[in-house]
């Protein structure tokens, strides 16, 4: 608990505004308001929260299908990811990407990805271009635990220890690959364990205490922004809803006891209750961070309810670049 | 012209990637063996020695990897030629040159540029068997987002290459490894060829045939021997296959009023279908005979060359087709 006190608060600010975020999405849903799939980043906020906080403005991610938490803890804007999901023309993709594709170049976010594990190649390519620019920026590919079972996940961490990339592999081990139990689909408990198959450090933490996520995230940012090389974090973490949309409970493949052990430690009480103890912070304080947040969503709702959508004219528009040629 | 400089179709490759290396320092090589070996074709030869390790990378055999190097680095502002050794290999890589490269600018609304170019090196006639001998490049012009190039002479590599290198959008350039060693006119200063523009590469009044890479090259010949029974034959190659020259190859068929399109891939499902599809579509009236397609049988292509010579159209096949279009008026 060394961390300063502003630091403390801004990892709780980025994870309340992805619960928040997520939360409304999730309620949007419910009520049939956005199309497609939604798969809800609830209960992991102190892993993106906790890793991007320890991210530079120019640093890249890779993402994946559970990808809003990830964008907003980057620096997302609330109006125009709420406008992407509900595939409106002023999104982030213009309607294009929806939620498994949303991103933000700018903040260096390279996209939701609906292919589970192909994230973190091209965080690999990202990476590599951040070291052969020689500004010290880094590249961190976020990924699931079952997407250590494919393939371009090994092809990955390989190729990134190989030529000794400024990287950082961050697993979000919510103990399920879509519907299934991680024990029913590896022979290993920890993710970490494959780390030393590639040849990198690889650190295990808990995934709903950002405070622990942000001090390890920190420490492999600064080992890959020195020229150490890349470096796994694992965190044990757990998503409060379903693999896709908002039930979280009697589901046929985890218990309702296992949710209700996992949201009593919920990272942003946690960490709410701990910096009241310690004096940190009050009670009064987090209300107002909560009640300021909270408008700044039913902003975005509102913006994107009022969002003309993309009209036909558009389908063919970004499938290729016009500029040829120059830089 | 005697003082003509000549260079082989492989080494014009070679020189459009040392040139543009040369004018870009955003620009770096990555794929397998590429580096002190120069690639198993000689492709990236000298290239290491010249720029560096760090401009020309080895990789590990890992093709997903290597393209998805390729995003990650175009997606951030470089300018990458990233090489899968045998075409056979884009299989491999599928999900990261599909699903990634190919789609990324669109599902992020246009907010990405991707300055990647894809080499490979397709077609048979080496005796390579199936996994190393296919044409897949129908496979490649069907998605959306990419470009797709596949030169049929030395002139046309270099120029081709410099214009994938310097393309915003991916392309894919597939060599053919039956052409590497071919030689041909290349002019010593930088030029680029405009993607998407095709070339008559022989006038002809009679009949149109469009044939791309090496059967082009089997076109020419056949032509010159169609020339001796007075039929006259306009080569169309379209260099580029995606986007395609449709103007230029239907140009020429409203000219020539009958078309016969050839390709090494197997005839089922194969580009030709998209091109005779195109004719029909855009000069139906203008046609005496149906459209006619020559490929490969639809087979994997076989290893012994007793087989393979029988499998891989040639110029006695192109002669025998445009006799049949001919005699069909």
């Keep these: ?327 | 012209m005697a003082d003509e400089r000549k260079l082989a179709y492989v080494m014009a490759f070679n020189e459009a990637v040392k040139q543009q290396m040369e004018a870009d320092p955003n620009v770096f090589c990555a794929g397998e063996d590429i580096g002190a070996f120069g690639g198993v074709f000689g492709t990236f030869g000298g290239l290491q020695a010249k720029f560096g390790a760090d401009r020309v990378v080895d990789t590990p055999i890992s093709e997903q990897a290597i393209v998805g190097l390729g995003v990650g680095a175009a997606v951030t502002g470089l300018r990458p030629i990233v090489d899968l050794m045998f075409m056979d290999f884009i299989c491999v890589a599928l999900d990261q040159i599909v699903n990634q490269a190919a789609k990324l600018k669109y599902m992020f609304g246009g907010d990405a540029v991707l300055p990647l170019t894809i080499t490979t090196a397709g077609g048979g006639g080496l005796s390579a068997a199936a996994q190393h001998s296919q044409s897949l490049e129908a496979l490649l012009c069907h998605i959306p987002g990419l470009k797709v190039v596949m030169p049929s002479n030395p002139y046309d590599m270099k120029g081709l290459m410099t214009a994938c290198i310097q393309e915003n959008n991916p392309t894919v350039m597939i060599k053919h490894k039956r052409l590497l060693g071919m030689t041909g006119h290349v002019p010593e200063e930088s030029y680029s060829i405009p993607l998407g523009k095709g070339n008559i590469l022989r006038p002809g009044k009679d009949v149109t045939i469009v044939a791309y890479a090496r059967m082009a090259n089997e076109a020419l010949i056949a032509a010159d021997e169609l020339a001796k029974d007075g039929i006259d034959c306009e080569i169309i190659d379209p260099r580029t296959l995606q986007p395609l020259d449709t103007d230029l190859i239907v140009s020429s068929v409203k000219k020539t009023n009958h078309a016969v399109v050839v390709h090494e891939a197997v005839r089922f499902g194969g580009l030709g279908g998209e091109i005779a599809s195109q004719i029909q579509e855009l000069a139906f009236d203008y046609l005496d005979a149906p459209v006619t397609r020559i490929g490969a049988p639809f087979s994997p292509v076989p290893f012994s060359p007793a087989l393979e010579q029988h499998y891989i159209p040639d110029s006695k096949t192109i002669v025998q087709g445009i006799r049949d279009v001919m005699a069909r008026v």
């Design chain 1, 1 to 327: 608990m060394d961390l300063p006190v502003h630091v403390q608060l801004d990892l709780h600010r980025r994870m309340v505004r992805i619960r928040l975020f997520e939360e409304a999405a999730g309620r949007l849903a419910e009520s049939n308001r956005l199309p497609g799939f939604l798969h809800l980043y609830v209960g992991e906020e102190a892993v993106a929260a906790g890793v991007c906080g320890a991210l530079n403005d120019d640093d890249h991610i890779t993402s994946t299908h559970r990808g809003h938490g990830h964008l907003v803890a980057k620096g997302g804007d609330f109006n125009r990811m709420m406008a992407e999901l509900m595939g409106k023309a002023t999104g982030y993709c213009k309607g294009k990407g929806g939620s498994m594709h949303i991103s933000d170049t700018s903040l260096g976010m390279l996209g939701a990805n609906g292919i589970v594990g192909a994230g973190s190649p091209i965080a690999v390519g990202a990476a590599f271009a951040n070291r052969y620019r020689g500004r010290g920026q880094v590249a961190v590919a976020f990924f699931g635990d079952g997407s250590t079972n494919i393939g371009a996940f090994h092809e990955a961490a390989n190729m990134a220890c190989a030529l000794h990339l400024p990287i950082v592999f961050a697993c979000e081990n919510n103990e399920y690959g879509e519907f299934t139990p991680r024990d029913k689909t590896m022979a290993i408990t920890d993710i970490v364990d494959r780390a030393a198959g590639y040849g990198m450090p690889g650190v295990i933490v808990d995934g709903m205490d950002v405070i622990a996520v942000h001090e390890a995230a920190v420490e492999a940012v600064e080992r890959a922004r020195t020229g150490g090389g890349p470096s796994l974090i694992e965190a044990k973490t757990y998503r409060f809803y379903n693999h896709h949309g908002v039930q979280n409970l009697g589901l046929k493949y985890r218990s309702d006891d296992e949710v209700a052990m996992w949201k009593q430690r919920d990272p942003i009480f946690t960490l709410e209750d701990r910096m009241i103890e310690n004096k940190a912070a009050t009670r009064d304080q987090f209300d107002a961070i909560w009640a300021e947040l909270r408008a700044g969503i039913e902003a975005a709702i509102a913006f994107a309810d009022e969002s003309p959508y993309p009209t036909p004219d558009q389908i063919m528009v970004g499938v290729y670049t016009s500029m040829s040629g120059a830089n």
